[in-house]
T-cell receptor, first 111, second 116 residues
Framework: GQNIDQPTEMTATEGAIVQINCTYQTSGFNGLFWYQQHAGEAPTFLSYNVLDGLEEKGRFSSFLSRSKGYSYLLLKELQMKDSASYLCAVRDYNYGQNFVFGPGTRLSVLP | DSGVTQTPKHLITATGQRVTLRCSPRSGDLSVYWYQQSLDQGLQFLIQYYNGEERAKGNILERFSAQQFPDLHSELNLSSLELGDSALYFC???????????????FGSGTRLTVV
């Protein structure tokens, strides 16, 4: 089966940097995705990693270590609008190539 | 606007009733996925259709069913509704069947179902 773990909640200050961790266990790993979801809205795609290393996309970066079953999402220069839930999702060969989503991390950015 | 259209946006119905949720995928996308998101749970995969055929099944109850029509829109049917079925139901679409790893999903804005 699959198991994905993320911290439930995090708080950070505007302008700061925050790292959201995700650990996963899956037998058919085929990529790790990060999505942002504002309350009551649809998740929106942020980043994707399939190989080890860091992918940078503006203020957002995502890191993957497949041997450790570990990823993180790094958000720099935090803005109030970054307050949202951040969902880690693993794509799994054994799950019809579909995504298994983690429980999400609710980030609150304070002034 | 993501290009994935879900209707209705809100639905309130009584226990025991049946409802149909509709999803039109983004133009050019062949796959449609249905997810359920309850307050106390994350996004739970229900079912995937690719070009009219069922491709993968997740944690979908027997009371729920779905189909994808020739014009690629999809409907999720929920019957014998219970209070616990109250949730946000998201539809997502992608251009591939899932074989290409670097395509993510595009989500619709969801249907909020409240069972009273």
């Amino acid at each position: 089966g699959q198991n994905i773990d993320q911290p439930t909640e995090m708080t950070a200050t505007e302008g700061a940097i925050v790292q959201i961790n995700c650990t996963y266990q899956t037998s058919g790993f085929n990529g790790l995705f990060w999505y942002q979801q504002h309350a009551g809205e649809a998740p929106t795609f942020l980043s994707y990693n399939v190989l080890d290393g860091l992918e940078e996309k503006g203020r957002f970066s995502s890191f993957l270590s497949r041997s450790k079953g570990y990823s993180y999402l790094l958000l720099k220069e935090l803005q109030m609008k970054d307050s949202a839930s951040y969902l880690c999702a693993v794509r799994d060969y054994n799950y019809g190539q579909n995504f298994v989503f983690g429980p999400g991390t609710r980030l609150s950015v304070l002034p | 606007d993501s290009g994935v259209t879900q209707t209705p946006k809100h639905l309130i119905t009584a226990t025991g009733q049946r409802v149909t949720l509709r999803c039109s995928p983004r133009s050019g996308d062949l796959s449609v996925y249905w997810y359920q998101q309850s307050l106390d749970q994350g996004l739970q995969f229900l079912i995937q259709y690719y070009n009219g055929e069922e491709r993968a099944k997740g944690n979908i109850l027997e009371r729920f069913s779905a189909q994808q029509f020739p014009d690629l829109h999809s409907e999720l049917n929920l019957s014998s509704l219970e209070l616990g079925d109250s949730a946000l139901y998201f539809c997502a679409s992608s251009v591939d069947s899932g074989a290409t790893p670097n395509y993510g999903y595009t989500f619709g804005s969801g249907t909020r179902l409240t069972v009273v």
